[in-house]
């Protein structure tokens, strides 16, 4: 496999945000979990996650509780959060090229011919994101633990 070496990819805190929501979305509502178990299951160091958590709790995407029953839990807005969302909360604003960035363009629009497809590549990609919805992504995860525990009978009842 290659080596992506591209500027245009994820940040590292931008993809453990999204595990993060994917992981407490699935847990039943006001479940809370502490930081070093959220290291564990993200596969994150627990200082670079709680600098993640910190943003996704500054976006009003989960909150945190401090002490002995403390603990980080999804909101009601977290659940309902897109990977868009996400990824802004960390990352701010998600654009493929600077004349993208404000949304006036840049001097060399008009003239610029990789322009209309930076712009079209820019609305496909945030759509994408936009529609991926942690919700739906947390729904996938818990159907396929069940399937794995044989809670789940779909398969059983197809033979």
Same mark, same amino acid.
């Given at each position: ?16 945000? #999204? ?67 996400? #990824?802004?909360? #960390? ?42 919805? #942690? ?25």
């Amino acid at each position: 496999m290659k080596k992506c070496n591209s500027s245009m990819q994820l940040t590292r805190a931008a993809d453990y945000g #999204i595990r993060v929501m994917v992981y407490l979305a699935a847990l039943p509502e006001g479940k809370r979990v502490l930081l070093p178990a959220l290291a564990e299951v993200t596969n994150t160091p627990e200082s670079f996650l709680s600098k993640v958590l910190q943003a996704l709790a500054r976006a009003e995407l989960i909150a945190s509780w401090r002490g002995k029953a403390g603990g980080f839990a999804i909101l009601p807005r977290g659940r309902e959060a897109s990977m868009y969302n996400v #990824i802004e909360a #960390i990352d701010g604003p998600i654009c493929l090229n600077v004349c993208l960035a404000d949304g006036k363009g840049c001097e060399r629009m008009d003239a610029c011919l990789a322009h209309p497809v930076w712009a079209k590549a820019q609305r496909a990609m945030l759509d994408v994101l936009t529609r991926a919805s #942690i919700a739906s992504m947390a729904f996938d995860v818990s159907s396929r633990e069940r399937q794995a525990s044989g809670e789940l009978s779909l398969f059983s009842t197809i033979r």
